[in-house]
Structures are given as structure tokens and as C-alpha cells.
């Protein structure tokens, strides 16, 4: 039976369907050249959702719909930064579309639903949940990457990301069924309390292998990331910025359920798994990044091996080490969005800014925007005392912890590689003679120049004052 209970808690989800619905229908009778009305209109979408998420009727939090949907502290803290990286891609985003006449409201209802299939996959308390959600998730996406319909680029990724979306969706649900085949329960919670004692213990372990294949698809880990370079490339730089951002925070919460609220039992068999796609992640993301001479697609393998130091903290399997995973992967959201707004920003009709190249000599030009660039390359490569160092820290610190010190050693040494490539984006900007020598113009308008400002420098701010974030991330696990 629903009671007034599961309707509260679920007021966020309920409000942001809605509102995306009612947007949809709105845009239909908004003329092209008001296009800002949607614009603004999903904005504060995003803003009275994260208001119901931190102040609403069931913001104290509680269980849903029979188990079905959980509020806690982690989904409460996941849902708040995906709702503000999507309202930050919104605003980096508007003056790329209108450039480029992808200026519909479109891109804006697909990124909602998105976020909206975000939101019930990091509050998924039952199996049914978490497929649901990360169907209404990629399901957005890969219409988004096919956003530009007159770009053979676009399409080509659109059905590579289709193609092995769907075989990871498969597996994923393969793996599914047979957890459910040996424990007779979609329940995460009732999962967890019968796996240790299992009626079928093998069944139920080769399903924990397709369940961690179909995690891995999905952040994009090694072996399993040849989607990743593609889609990232591919995509217009707006929607790669969301692709790069909000999801990354929806994998986590995808593994956080099924891992340790549903297969917690099962800790000392999936942690070693983690652990393997972490060093590939590390060794191929960081390597094959070297050789890149396009930025997005350098973002996309440097995704890759950050992924791996997020698996680093899920693989320790303590509450130290989800705390250290869920702060890795906020970080890592704030600074990749970072990384594609400066994209965005320089960006302008027909000009992509996609190569390394094209930021040559950007000191000379327009020294603001290289200053920005090199705090994002800076953190993303772990440099002290930027928000990326510390990130990095607490994950390396929670598998020591875990007595992995091996891995942290691994991933240490793997980060010290990839502080090439972020290092030979700076070295173009700040060396290297620029290819026209007259002020750089850039094609974002004022909104957008003062979101990245505030967002590159948030960097330096977060890694001066990362405490707060960090013990808010311990005490959402109980630390």
C-alpha cells in the first residue's frame, strides 16, 4: 500500500518529472528566437529539485515503496552535486548550442530526464530501481550524443554508445537474474542479509561477475572502456561535458547499491575484481593518453584512469574507503566539467577548440582564461594544493588502510605518469608561440566566463578547505 510517507519522500523525483514534462510542453510554443526561456526555466528546475533534496518533506529521510527507494545521506549528497553540475553544464552549454543551431529544448529536457534517471538510481533500494534508473539515464544519453544530427561524428558515436550501452545493459540485468535466482529477493537490504547463506552460492557469484562487468561498462573502467574515446570525441563538447560529469556520480551510487548495500556479504570476492580494473584503468587510461592530440579525447582516457582511483576506494570495501570514493568522484565531477567549459568557453562558430594545438600561445591571448586552464590541468593531475591532490590522498590513504598497499603504490606511480600529458597542455599555452597573434575573443557570453572563473577557482578554494566536504562525505557512512 503507498502512504503519505513514500509520496514525500519521493517529492523530489515526483517535482522534477513533472516539471520536465510540463518544460517540454512549454518549449513547443516558445519561438526560436526566445530560446532563453527554456534556457532559465530549467535552471531553476534544477534549483527548486535541489531545494525539495535539502529542505523538502522528506529530506530527514527514510524508506520508500517497500524498500524500493531509499533517502539517505549519500543520496542526498550525490543528488545535490549531480543537480548542480547539470545546472552548471546548462549554463556553460548556451552559447555553444546557439552558435552551432543546436539551441533546443530538446538537449534541455533530455539532460533533465537524465538527472532525473541520476536521482532514482542513487536512492535504488531494490534491483528494479537501479535498472530503472540507469535506463532513464543512458537511455537520455544516447539521444543527446546524437544531438547534432547533420554530424557523421556524432552519429558514429551515438550507435557505438548505443550498441555497448545496451550489451552492458544486458549483462548488467543477466547478472541481476541470477542474484535474484539465488537469493528469491530484488530487496538490496534482504540481498545483503541472505547472500552470506545463499541456497546457491555459485549462482550467485557468477551473477556478482556480470554485475561488476556492467559497473565497470558504465564508469567506463578498463578492459571495458573502448566506448569512452569515441563518445567523448564524438559528442558536441556540451553534451560531452554532462556525458563527463553528472553519470560519473551516478556510477558511483550504482556501485555503492549494489555493492555494498546489496553484495556487502560478498565483500572479499568483488573487492579483488575492483582491484584488477583499477590497475587496468590506471595503466591503459594513463598510457594510451600520452599519444592523444585531442583534447576531449585526452579528457576521455584521462576519465579512465581516474576511474581507476575511484575503484581504488570502492575496493577497500570500508566506510572509509566509500567515503574516499564518493569525495573522488565529486572532485573529479567539478574538475571535469571544468576541463569541457573551458572548451565551451573558447569555443565559437566554427571553431571547436578541440585540439591541444588550438590553446597554443592561450597566455598570450587571453592570460585569464589560461590561468583557469592550468588550475583545471593542475588538479586533475594531483598537484598540491589543489582540490585534486587531496582527492587522489584520501583514496591512496583509505587502501593503505585496507591493507592494499600495493594498489596505492600502483596508482601512485601511475598518477606520476599521467602528470605528463596534463602538464603538456600547460606547457602549449604558456610556451608555445600562438598561431595568431591578436587577443583571443571567446565565444561564451558573460554568464558562462564568470561559472568557470568561479568553478576553476573553486578548485584552489576546495583544495585550501577540503575538511568540510570530506567529513561531510565521512559522516554520510558513519565516520
Known sequence: MINLNDILLLAPESFLTLAA???????????????????????AI????????????????GVAFGGAHVVDGVAVVLKL?????????????????????LFVGEFYVLCLFGALGTLFLVSAGSLVMVYLGLELLTLSSYALVALNRDSPLSSEAAIKYFVLGALASGMLLYGMSM????????????IHAVAASAEHPKLLLFGVVFVVVGIAFKFGAA???????????????????????APKLAAFG???????????????????????LAVLSLAIGNIAAIAQSNLKRLLAYSTISHVGFLLLGLCAGTPAGYSAAMFYAISYALM???????????????????????????????????????????????????????????????????DKLWLAVTAAVFAI?????????????????????????????APARWVLSVNALALLALGVYWGPLFAWCGRVFGL
Open 21 to 43: 514534462c510540463v518544460l517540454l510542453l512549454v518549449d513547443l510554443f516558445v519561438k526560436p528566437a526566445q530560446r532563453s526561456v527554456t534556457h532559465y526555466l530549467a535552471i
Open 46 to 61: 534544477l534549483a527548486a529539485t535541489g531545494g525539495l533534496v535539502l529542505h523538502g518533506p522528506g529530506a530527514a529521510g
Open 81 to 101: 552535486f549531480v543537480l548542480l553540475c547539470v545546472a552548471v553544464v546548462f549554463v556553460y552549454a548556451r552559447p555553444y548550442l546557439r552558435d552551432r543551431n
Open 179 to 190: 542474484i535474484y535466482g539465488a537469493t528469491h529477493t530484488l530487496d538490496l537490504a534482504r
Open 223 to 245: 578492459p571495458f572502456h573502448m566506448w569512452l574515446p569515441d563518445v567523448y570525441q564524438g559528442s558536441p563538447t556540451a553534451v560531452t561535458a554532462f556525458i563527463g560529469s
Open 254 to 276: 550504482m556501485a555503492y547499491r549494489l555493492l555494498e548495500s546489496g553484495l556487502g556479504g560478498l565483500v572479499a570476492h568483488w573487492n579483488e575484481m575492483l582491484a584488477v
Open 336 to 402: 571535469a566539467i571544468a576541463a569541457f567549459g573551458m572548451i565551451l568557453l573558447l569555443a565559437r562558430a566554427g571553431f571547436e577548440a578541440e585540439e591541444i594545438d588550438d590553446f597554443r600561445g592561450l597566455n598570450q591571448r587571453a592570460p585569464w582564461h589560461a590561468f583557469l586552464m592550468s588550475l583545471v590541468m593542475f588538479s586533475l593531475a594531483g598537484v598540491p594544493p589543489l582540490f585534486g591532490f587531496y582527492s587522489k590522498l584520501v583514496v591512496l590513504k583509505a587502501a593503505i588502510e585496507a
Open 417 to 445: 605518469i599521467g602528470m605528463f600529458y596534463y602538464l603538456r597542455v600547460v606547457k602549449v599555452m604558456y610556451f608555445d608561440a600562438p598561431a595568431d597573434d591578436r587577443p583571443m575573443a571567446p565565444g561564451a557570453d
